[in-house]
């Protein structure tokens, strides 16, 4: 019998492509395309090479930012990692107060990033604003338009509140596919609930973390929205994380060259980072812990 | 080490899961819970345990009240029918772990670790994580941490059943050497009357949350008390035919008339209900005294090398369990022949009023 080649089924991937290529790879390109180039109008355009990669590399504001940008991301997931497995091991498991305290975690997470930031900068208000109001009250000079510190601690209390849930979420759910035998037998062992914690939820719940981790890295890498409303990067340039210096640069000075090369390098901050805690997370699962209860 | 319930019932929100149990195992005994699902077998392991507390009765061990007692302050272990491990501790660390928390020195954990996995046969695997092992070897680690610990109570719930049945009969002969060096009390739940017999020991017969008898497993089986015990107790159930007894014949259901054997004689005149096991039946005459039975196939089911025939006539269905691999077309009349001195009697509630002499009579 001699095979028949039908070479149809490439017609099946074909639409895949098209979307794939015009929601990813032109884009993309354009990108590209523009950060080797100095545009001037539609006809005067100059090939500049690598010149915009290296200026935007050595533009001390962008080194700024990005460290700035570290030390947000870092900050919120050292703080939103750990309250999030706390809050997803206290809330109830079953019964209508499950649903209750289901739903009240959850509603940070329906608000639409814009949202947040202008209820936080109510909320922040020193006439009107609760919180606002309330620090000045009790004595403490909070204000964010003039103080680094008050900004900051405000932009990541606010991210906390609004992402914190998340990380409860996806630890909630792991930590209801363990089967409850596990618990019985560790409470035959006499196991002790920090043994219970360290040696049957924590293990457990990894998977879910690595996405958790993964994902409220990433989201808060590109932080945009909410500190545009809340400070609009200040005071000074405090608050200023990297989505709003590419956004000034280029919807603000129209520097289209300069801002395509600052995009690539942005993105791939972010794919390498991503990658780095990807691989670190999956290693981490393979060793083997030293042992002990 | 003895361990005693007394009149227990278990009430969860207006269901009873235990009803009225009350069961004393000695210590060095290897105990059966035989049940179906939902019959309350875990429940009753739950409340010896002390997982659980009974809503009424007492709970003794050793003598002494624990009815209350949680199980931290008890000293029992378990193996459950998933295979339950510390998944980021090597084997070795796992079986460890029950030493570690009560404090045991390094050197007789090593000592006590390495001898338990020897004698499971996971010795070569103590340095993996549980998840790189086979289900069989994690069921073993699993329960080297249960027996590693010297419980007073050692619980198996289902331990078996996820596994192939190749393994299972390995185990059970391994489960059976193990204790026999044991002065604990083991109790093994399952659904299969194969694997208690297999088990040897006693058994305890469940059903809906009752004790229907318990005793020592030959005895359970060949001696039941009531149509429940002997139909949990055999695979296929017995079967069951109803009939009248006057003077010195038995009319059953279906019309027939026979006249009763020697051993039968004594029964008082009366509607009964006539118990034949399933392997009693046979295709030929076995002896005098055989009652012949005209019936047709429904079906026959082959299972390895043993056939699991259905037979009905207009009144009866019968399950006979045959020997060796037998094909039969649907439909096709078949002539049964039951030893009437095998069969077992009993009244209309249910209560054994006859047991096959050759069994000890009643």
């Known amino acids: 019998m001699t095979k028949v080649r039908n070479n149809h089924a490439w017609w099946l991937i074909l639409p895949m492509l098209l979307l794939v290529a015009f929601s990813a790879i032109i884009p993309l390109m354009t990108v590209v395309n523009y950060s080797v180039q100095d545009v001037f109008d539609a006809n005067t355009r100059f090939f500049t090479g690598t010149e915009w990669f290296r200026e935007m590399l050595n533009d001390p504001a962008l080194q700024a930012a990005v460290l700035r940008q570290f030390a947000f991301s870092l900050t919120v997931l050292a703080i939103e990692v750990p309250l999030g497995i706390g809050i997803a091991l206290l809330m109830p498991k079953k019964g209508w107060q499950a649903s209750a305290v289901l739903i009240l975690v959850t509603m940070p997470l329906l608000i639409p990033w814009n949202v947040v930031g202008s209820i936080w900068q109510i909320f922040t208000r020193g006439d009107i604003g609760l919180m606002g ?57 006499r196991a002790s609930q920090w043994s219970v914690f360290r040696y049957i939820q924590l293990p457990k719940l990894t998977n879910v973390l690595v996405i958790g981790v993964l994902l409220r890295f990433m989201h808060s890498f590109m932080i945009y929205a909410e500190p545009f409303v809340l400070t609009g990067g200040g005071p000074g340039s405090s608050t200023t994380f990297l989505s709003q210096s590419l956004t000034t640069m280029a919807i603000g000075q129209q520097d289209l060259g300069p801002s395509a090369a600052f995009s690539l390098i942005y993105f791939l901050i972010i794919l390498l980072v991503s990658w780095v805690f990807y691989t670190a997370i999956m290693n981490m699962q393979k060793d083997k812990p030293d042992g002990g209860v | ?122 010795a070569p695997f103590l340095d993996r994580l549980p998840l790189e092992l086979s289900g069989g070897q994690q069921q073993r680690t699993a329960m080297g941490r249960a027996l590693v610990k010297d419980a007073d109570i050692i619980l198996f719930d289902e331990p078996l059943v996820n596994l192939d049945y190749k393994l299972r009969e390995e185990f059970r002969d391994e489960l059976r050497a193990v204790f026999a060096e044991r002065n604990c009390i083991a109790v093994y739940a399952t659904t299969e009357p194969a694997e208690a017999l297999a088990l040897g020991g006693n058994s305890a017969v469940l059903h809906e949350g009752r004790l229907v008898q318990y005793g020592r497993t030959e005895e359970v089986y060949h001696r039941p008390r009531t149509i429940l015990s002997a139909e949990m107790f055999s695979e296929p159930p017995i079967n069951i035919i109803d009939g009248c007894v006057s003077g010195t014949e038995v009319t059953f259901d279906s019309g027939w008339h026979f006249p009763l054997d020697d051993d039968l004689r004594a029964l008082p005149a009366g509607e009964y209900r006539f118990g034949v096991r399933a392997s009693h039946i046979s295709l030929t005459p076995q002896a005098g005294d055989d009652i012949e039975m005209r019936m047709s196939v429904d079906l026959a089911e082959i299972s390895g090398s043993e056939t699991f025939l259905h037979v009905h006539n207009e009144r009866v269905h019968l399950t006979v369990h045959l020997a060796g691999v037998h094909e039969f077309c649907v439909d096709a009349p078949v002539t049964l022949y039951v030893p009437t001195h095998k069969v077992y009697v009993f009244d209309r509630e249910g209560a054994v009023v006859h047991i096959p002499s050759h069994l000890g009579g009643i």
């Open chain 1, 133 to 189: 109001w309330s620090l000045r009250e009790l004595g403490y000079g909070y204000n964010i338009t003039a103080s680094p510190v008050d900004a900051w601690a405000t932009i990541i209390l606010m991210d906390v509140w609004h992402w914190t849930p998340l990380i409860a979420l996806l630890c909630y759910s792991g930590l209801r596919s363990i089967p409850d035998a596990y618990y019985q037998a560790a409470r035959i062992d």
């Open chain 2, 1 to 122: 080490m003895s361990l005693i319930l007394e009149n227990i019932d278990r009430l969860v929100g207006g269901e009873t899961y235990i009803n009225d149990v009350s069961l004393e195992l000695q210590p060095g005994s290897f105990n059966a819970l035989l049940g179906r699902t939902l019959s309350g077998k875990t429940s009753l392991m739950r409340l010896m345990a002390g997982l659980d507390a009974p809503t009424r009765g007492r709970v003794w061990m050793n003598g002494e009240d624990v009815t209350g007692r949680s199980v931290r302050k008890r000293n029992v272990s378990m193996v459950y029918q998933q295979f339950i491990n510390y998944p980021n501790l090597s084997v070795y660390d796992n079986i460890a772990s029950p030493l570690r928390l009560a404090r045991v020195k390094r050197r007789e954990i090593d000592r006590r670790v390495r001898e338990i996995a020897e004698m499971l046969h996971i």
